[in-house]
Every structure is written in structure tokens, then in C-alpha cells.
């Protein structure tokens, strides 16, 4: 039996309306899209929906006290709320690297890191 799934693709700014026609897990159809980029968010999204992370966490001797941080792959959608938590619960201390991983094969998934966006110098070493 055929069912459908409705989605907007992020993909790019457009927003296509996406139509996914699927027979249990296996997908007959997508329509609506514009570029390729629909047809391929749709089919991420049916058989593994993922979301890139980023936020900040707190980081202490450092000249800012928030560090900008991110996911270097996106993770599972339904394990984002549950990776915020363990991501607030770093205690960084500076010096820290643009680019340093500072939590390897997060979530359990080899090759997802979470890795700082900027470079945060000790407070007395800033000027």
C-alpha cells in the first residue's frame, strides 16, 4: 500500500514543497523539488533524518566566555536534544584551537566530532 510524506527542503533557500511516495520503506517517488538537492534531502530525510549542530558552550580563562561549537557531520535527529545536554555539560578551559576536536566519535558515531569554530587565547595572552 502506498502512503505519502510531505516535506520542505532546506537544502537551499527556495523551500521546495516535497511529495514522497513510499511503499513501506521503500520510496516510489519524490516530486515538487527544483534542483537535486530536493529529491536528495527528501531521501535523507525518509530513510535517515540528520541535523547539523552548532551552539556555544562555556569556556573559562578565556577573553569571551562562550566558545562557538559544532558538529563536524550531522547526527541523528531524534538524538539533537539529548546531545545539546551532553555538549552544555563541557568544562573547557582556554587556550583552545579553531578546528580542535574536542569530543571524538560523539553520539557514539565514528567520525562525528565536535570541534571548536574559532580560536579562544587565555585571557592575558588576548592582546
Known amino acids: 500500500m502506498t502512503e505519502a510524506k510531505q516535506y520542505t527542503c532546506i537544502g537551499c533557500p ?6 514522497l511516495e ?6 516510489k517517488e519524490v516530486s515538487g523539488y527544483e534542483c537535486d538537492r ?12 540528520r541535523r547539523s549542530l552548532s551552539t556555544t558552550v ?5 577573553m569571551w566566555p562562550r566558545l562557538p561549537i559544532r558538529t563536524c557531520k550531522p547526527i541523528h535527529k531524534d538524538q539533537v536534544l539529548e546531545a545539546v545536554r551532553k555538549i552544555q ?17 560523539f ?10 569554530c574559532r580560536t579562544m587565547k587565555r585571557a592575558d595572552e588576548s592582546s
Open 38 to 49: 530536493g529529491a536528495k534531502y527528501a531521501h535523507q530525510e525518509f530513510i535517515d533524518p
Open 107 to 116: 553520539m557514539g558515531e565514528k567520525g562525528i566530532d565536535v570541534v571548536a
Open 58 to 62: 562555556a569556556i573559562s580563562g578565556a
Open 22 to 27: 513510499h511503499d513501506g520503506n521503500t520510496i
Open 89 to 105: 555539560a563541557l568544562k573547557l578551559q582556554a587556550p583552545v584551537k579553531m578546528g580542535q576536536v574536542l569530543i571524538r566519535d
Open 14 to 19: 527556495i523551500g521546495c514543497p516535497l511529495h
